[in-house]
């Protein structure tokens, strides 16, 4: 329980700055760049982290870097911009939405984490309330934006659990610096034959990458991978619901709209969601009532702690007969 009051709030971090990472993308940085945007993105980051550790990978932390690098950052990233460009975001989150159910099927497949009943319920319950927040009215949907939608929801949950799978003896900086590193490196070669020359940057973009470097990429990856070390990969999973709901709550701010009431309904059931499968609330739920009908003292035991036995007291001891037969009459 204390690990789940400790951590939770640290892997809290990684969705809401991603959902954050939303507004900053769609306002400041340039929309027909994606590759660019996302080594951009994921090679400063990784750096950075690899300036604070100084540590390189050594044997066959070389090719998993790379692996985990295309799962969760490279391919991960391009495919995230193909779907913005081709998908409304309402139905872009709602798709990622999902992901905490496949990652725990990954989890149960590669880890025996064997998916708890409150977990899948967390996550129905998530799910519906990210389609009651997001999903208003008619949206055009491209078969092309979904596609990357879904392979992207799947590579990175599948590649979250290999990180679990393989980190244990390394420390969380160097995991994530490794894996952008990586990513950024995937990425370079395929946005100079895709995109040409490298996109110009004005004022408010270096900002826009600044953030979404720094707080969105490396210091969320460094609390995501924090979390799935400490936490099981479905409590994880549904932390990261927190990611369209903050994108919604901070563009309703932004735009000085009105949540209705549908969409009041759907935060109340992702937070339930999210809640559900956290493992205090569960341990509680597993619990039940701890308090039970305390039995009244009997009388005469006054004074002592209700429910405990008070023994009985011990039968009179017999008068000891005289060995020269009875005392005479006086």
């Known amino acids: 329980m204390e690990a789940s009051l400790r951590w939770a709030p640290v892997t809290a971090i990684a969705p809401l700055a991603w959902g954050a990472a939303y507004l900053v993308t769609h306002r400041f940085l340039p929309a027909d760049s994606p ?18 550790r100084r540590r390189l990978p050594r044997g066959s932390w070389w090719w998993r870097s790379l692996v985990l ?12 911009y193909l779907a913005a460009q081709t998908l409304p975001s309402s139905i872009a989150s709602t798709i990622m939405a999902t992901s905490p159910v496949v990652m725990m099927l990954f989890a149960w497949a590669a880890l025996s984490e064997r998916p708890r009943a409150a977990h899948m319920a967390g996550a129905a319950i998530g799910i519906a309330g990210v389609c009651l927040l997001l999903l208003r009215g008619t949206a055009t949907v491209n078969a092309t934006g979904v596609l990357a939608s879904v392979v992207a929801m799947t590579m990175s949950s599948y590649g979250y659990v290999l990180a679990k799978k393989w980190s244990s003896a390394v420390d969380v900086f160097s995991l994530t610096s490794w894996q952008l590193i990586a990513g950024g490196v995937v990425l370079v070669p395929v946005a100079v ?3 040409g020359a490298p996109p110009s940057l004005d004022g408010p973009a270096v900002l826009g990458f600044g953030y979404v ?15 799935l070390r400490h936490l099981s990969a479905g409590t ?43 493992p205090v609330t569960t341990r509680l739920l597993a619990r039940g009532p701890s308090l039970r009908r305390r039995p009244r ?14 023994p009985a007291a011990p039968p009179p001891i017999p008068p000891r007969p005289c060995p020269d037969g009875p005392p005479p009459r006086p």
């Open 236 to 278: 994880v999973g549904l932390i990261g619901l927190l990611n369209p709901l903050t994108g919604v709550l901070l563009g309703t701010v932004v735009a000085g709209e009105t949540l209705t009431a549908q969409q009041l309904l759907g935060l109340a059931l992702v937070f339930a969601g999210i809640l559900l499968g956290q």
């Open 35 to 52: 590759l660019y945007g996302g080594a951009i993105r994921a090679l400063p980051a990784g750096l950075l982290l690899l300036l604070v």
């Open 297 to 310: 003292p009997s009388p005469g035991t006054s004074g002592t702690t209700p429910g405990t036995v008070v």
């Open 69 to 80: 690098g295309a799962l969760n950052m490279g391919a991960f990233f391009a495919l995230v």
């Open 213 to 227: 470097t720094i707080v969105a990429t490396a210091l969320a990856f460094a609390a995501w991978f924090t979390g």
């Open 193 to 195: 034959a895709v995109e």
